[in-house]
């Protein structure tokens, strides 16, 4: 089963040919990152309109890549959410249009749900699984026992995880996005600085990140204001250290919890060195296996898409022409 996969939930415009879930024969992102970095963020506008101009030769290249022509594809997938609606709603356009066009199945993808299965990409799942995935949006931890059975165990009170290190690498004046950047530092830098970890009630799954944005806010501005010499090397480094331990400890403690066969790792801060150092050092011995994408499959890509939908293939899930972009889906 080939299955065309596309992704412009945010500023990558992707496609994609997966191979029976597991197999990937073309990758093909344009990231729109250059555009929006004098803005220091995403600007849902740029976005959309990039996302028409990219959208039919990015197709095309998977295509040339995969050496496929349109009567090997089976199916055509694409992330119907959630994301920025005028972004979806290009991908969502394209995927209508080609299913019409060309008599092949639809099937929607909830975005979260690829960045968990761009990890089928490297190795089989077994169940139950637990999938910490921390993204620009989203911190999750999401247990699964069987192929497109999503349980949120625990999420972010407020802000995402991936936004956390985007606004501190803001106030460091670095550039957008700030999480590699962040990352970077951390690795120069030492833990100086002692950050709140929000561990939030005892037996708690969520998340809270603004407390630690708050306070990093306020150790540079108290520290100009003394003007003492504050290392960004070292803000990093402390930053990222309140931020791992956190995930580090409350992943370990659900995979403990719900007895899991593996635990797997997903979304752009999947990237993160020192998140993979941690996690990797705390889950040795544990007799679970830990499992992380490679870094070019953590950011947004249509690989993972095509990963999700081939289960949803299997299953007989498919979608008409009235799929419609949803920015706020639940993850199904
Ligand atoms: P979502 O998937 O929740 O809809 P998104 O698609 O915008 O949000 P992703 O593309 O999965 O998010 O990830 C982008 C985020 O990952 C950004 O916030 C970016 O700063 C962060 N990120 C990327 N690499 C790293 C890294 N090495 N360390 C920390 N953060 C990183
Ligand atoms: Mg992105
Ligand atoms: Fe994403």
Redesign the pocket.
Known sequence: TCILAIET??DETAAAIVKNGTELLANVVASQIESHKRFGGVVPEIASRHHVEAITDVISEAFSQSGLEWDDIDAIAVTEG??LVGALLIGVSAAKALSFAKKKPLIGVH??AG?IYANRLIEEFEFPLLALIV????TELVLMKGHGEFEVIGQTRDD?C??A??KVARMLSLPY????H??RLAADGEETIEFPRAYLEEGSFDFSFSGLKSAVINTIHNAKQRGKELKDEDIAASFQASVVEVLVEKTFKAAKQYNVKEVIVA???A???GLRNKLAERFENSGIPLHFPPIHL???NAAMIGAAAHIAYEQGRRHGMDLNANPGLELY
Do not use: Q
């Open positions: 939930s945010c959630p994301g975005h979260i960045h993204s620009g949006g989203h995402a991936g936004e290190y985007d996005p700030g999480g590699p962040i990352d979304g752009g801060v990237a993160n060195k953590c950011t947004d």
